[in-house]
């Protein structure tokens, strides 16, 4: 059973436009979320995090926004560049810890 | 800093086959955690380690084990392997369990059963 859902397997954006690409959890207990950005041939790299105490974390380019009655986040890139071409995951925890629950990911392409 | 390092990178067993995976994680960190990614699957929590004992078990067979020493390396086991086994197996170290922190990846090893 698929806890945490990325609906969306791939996306494309042009350079400079604004990439959004959105996850769904279905526990409630979640309440720590990160986004990794994986490449090819690398192990997934931490991007950003959010706790359910907020509703918006920004870092530079990349802003992620929750909505915890609609047990969705989202992760915005503005503006997206070339280099940003990966595959996102977003995972959720319900507690402390280091258990974490990943979506299947979103395939990111920012073409020039 | 050295990052996480997994070996071997690449891996090719028959059925019924075991396999060992090692993972040393950031030093300092205590806390290693394993994933197995398949297509369509995402990540696929395995189990975590901290200080030599498993804190966590994801939903995986019995067929799939592991362990941690005290230098807080970390090991993977699968025996008797399948051909849905072949992933690719990623290992997470963070500094302690029980802290909202994020994990630091390896690049993981491919294991390919044929």
């Known amino acids: 059973d698929q806890q945490v859902k990325q609906n969306s397997p791939s996306l494309s954006v042009q350079e400079g436009r604004i990439s959004i690409l959105n996850c769904d959890y279905t526990n409630s207990m979640f309440d720590y979320f990160l986004w990794y950005k994986k490449y090819p041939a690398e192990g997934p790299t931490f991007l950003i995090s959010i706790s359910s105490i907020k509703d918006k974390n920004e870092d530079g380019r990349f802003t992620v926004f929750l909505n915890k009655s609609a047990k969705h986040l989202s992760l915005h890139i503005v503006p997206s560049q070339p280099g940003d071409s990966a595959v996102y995951f977003c995972a959720a925890s319900a507690e402390t810890g280091n258990q974490f629950y990943f979506g299947t990911g979103t395939s990111l392409t920012v073409i020039p | 800093k050295a990052g996480v390092t997994q070996t071997p990178r690449y891996l090719i067993k028959t059925r019924g086959q075991q396999v060992t995976l090692s993972c040393s994680p950031i030093s300092g960190h205590r806390s290693v955690s394993w994933y197995q990614q398949t297509p369509g699957q995402g990540l696929q929590f395995l189990f975590e380690?901290?200080?030599?004992?498993?804190?966590n078990k994801g939903n995986f067979p019995g067929r799939f084990s592991g362990r941690q020493f005290s230098n807080s390396r970390s090991e993977m086991n699968v025996s008797t392997l399948e051909l849905g086994d072949s992933a690719l197996y990623l290992c997470?170290?963070?500094?302690?369990?029980?802290?909202?922190?994020?994990?630091?990846f390896g690049q993981g090893t491919r294991l390919t059963v044929v």
């Open positions: 380690y901290f200080s030599e004992t498993q804190r």
């Open positions: 997470a170290s963070s500094l302690e369990a029980g802290v909202w922190t994020e994990a630091f």
